[in-house]
């Protein structure tokens, strides 16, 4: 990540949390980002709350399994964000190598994707939702593509060894 991307605080509320996405990616990587550089990503439209939850559950899991953690309670703050520039669109094309649920098969076409959009001065990408139906995601490739950054809902998951679901 150059730091000369990075945000300051005269972009205000939210500029730590955005940095944060771009400067901790967790090795070896995400959906289209690698390891060396994060990327924002955020779910919009209908059912942008559920595809939110599902997308951020999906990871959730991974974590603490491979942590063997038998039974957790985790909350997540959402963030509320704005974009107001053009997405490589590939909600038109849900058979992409990128959008495949095997993380294994889709993250390395995925990150190839974003290296090539970045590469040509592209902000990011819109895809359907790989862990809900009918969701809509994005991930935004440059910090300051990302405005308007607000608190959410918190939303606490109870975790029980196997599968996590929403705490009542």
């Not at 969701?135 to 607000?150: D, E, H, Y």
Request: glycine share 10%; net charge negative.
């Amino acid at each position: 990540m150059d730091p000369r991307e990075l945000l300051n605080e005269s972009y205000g509320y939210g500029w730590t949390f955005i940095n944060a996405a771009f400067c901790h990616a967790k090795p070896p990587g995400n959906r289209f980002n690698d390891e060396d550089r994060g990327c924002w990503y955020a779910a919009f439209g209908e059912h942008d709350a559920e595809t939110a939850e599902a997308e951020v559950t999906f990871h959730m899991a991974n974590a603490l399994r491979e942590a063997g953690a038998s039974a957790e309670l985790v909350t997540y703050g959402q963030l509320l964000a704005g974009f107001a520039c053009r997405f490589h669109d590939l909600r038109g094309d849900p058979s992409h190598p990128s959008l495949d649920p095997d993380p294994a098969v889709g993250y390395p076409a995925g990150r190839a994707l974003a290296k090539s959009i970045r590469a040509k001065g592209g902000n990011g990408l819109l895809y359907p939702s790989v862990r809900f139906s009918g969701g809509m995601c994005l991930a935004a490739l440059r910090p300051s593509v990302i405005q308007n950054v607000r608190r959410g809902d918190r939303v606490t998951f109870e975790w029980d060894g196997e599968r996590m679901r929403k705490a009542d």
